[in-house]
């Protein structure tokens, strides 16, 4: 089996700040994902990346960057926080394409914007 | 463009019965039906999907999901439930070969024991 880990688990920062999350997996998969939840509205793709230094955006990357430096690592940084955007960024990650693969999620990091 | 709809946000029953959780989607090519269980405080876990063949599926923890292609549907059940059972269903999907997956907005599944 493997492992997602995030950091930190609570991130809280000023409005107009840039905050960091990262995530680690070592399941050795090729995908991964960096999704918000909120509440009452599901799961919203923010970017995703298929393989090192491959970046795709999702439904909801305005606002946001990410970076895929290494196979196991996929961070994610709010440009320019907003207390709008207080949520719950999941990190995920698959073998290879959703569609055929279950996706491993992380536990969450929960951004807070005072 | 794929979308996901749990129509219910909240369903609570009592232990002992027989659970079914909505879902319907829409799609423009053949759809991947997935669904995610989130216990309280812990990440999304995988419970089951469909990707072709028989459209009962079976998945861990003695849940179950049908799909209907006639009503696009892909209910999830179990029965009888269990209060351990408590927690957040999301149902999502992909189309083939895309990484793209779209959640629903979830349902809260309370079992009173």
């Known amino acids: 089996g493997g492992i997602i880990t995030q950091t930190p688990k609570f991130l809280i920062g000023q409005e107009g700040q840039k905050l960091t999350l990262k995530c680690q997996q070592n399941?050795?998969?090729?995908?991964m994902y960096w999704y918000r939840q909120d509440s009452g509205k599901g799961l919203r793709l923010i970017y995703y990346?298929?393989?090192?230094?491959?970046?795709q955006k999702g439904d909801l990357s305005e606002g946001y960057d990410a970076s895929r430096e290494k196979k196991s690592s996929f961070s994610l940084t709010v440009t320019s926080a907003q207390k709008n955007e207080m949520a719950v960024f999941l990190c995920?990650?698959?073998?290879?394409?959703?569609?055929?693969?279950?996706?491993?999620f992380g536990e969450g990091s929960r951004l807070i914007v005072v | 463009a794929q979308s996901v709809d749990q129509p219910d946000a909240h369903v609570t029953l009592s232990e002992g019965a027989s659970l079914e959780l909505r879902c319907s989607y829409s799609?423009?090519?053949?759809?991947?039906l997935f669904w995610y269980v989130q216990y309280p405080g812990q990440s999304l876990q995988f419970l089951l999907k469909?990707?072709?063949?028989?459209?009962v599926v079976k998945g861990t923890k003695g849940f179950e999901a049908e799909f209907r292609k006639s009503n696009s549907s892909f209910n999830l059940k179990k029965s009888p439930a269990h209060w351990s059972d408590s927690a957040k269903y999301f149902c999502?999907?992909?189309?083939?070969?895309?990484?793209?997956?779209?959640f629903g907005q979830g349902t809260v599944l309370s079992v009173i024991p």
């Open positions: 990346s298929i393989t090192e230094n491959d970046l």
């Open positions: 469909y990707i072709t063949g028989d459209t």
């Open positions: 399941f050795n998969h090729d995908t």
């Open positions: 995920a990650s698959s073998l290879g394409t959703v569609s055929g693969n279950t996706l491993y």
């Open positions: 999502a999907t992909a189309t083939g070969g895309n990484n793209k997956l779209t």
């Open positions: 799609y423009s090519a053949a759809p991947y």
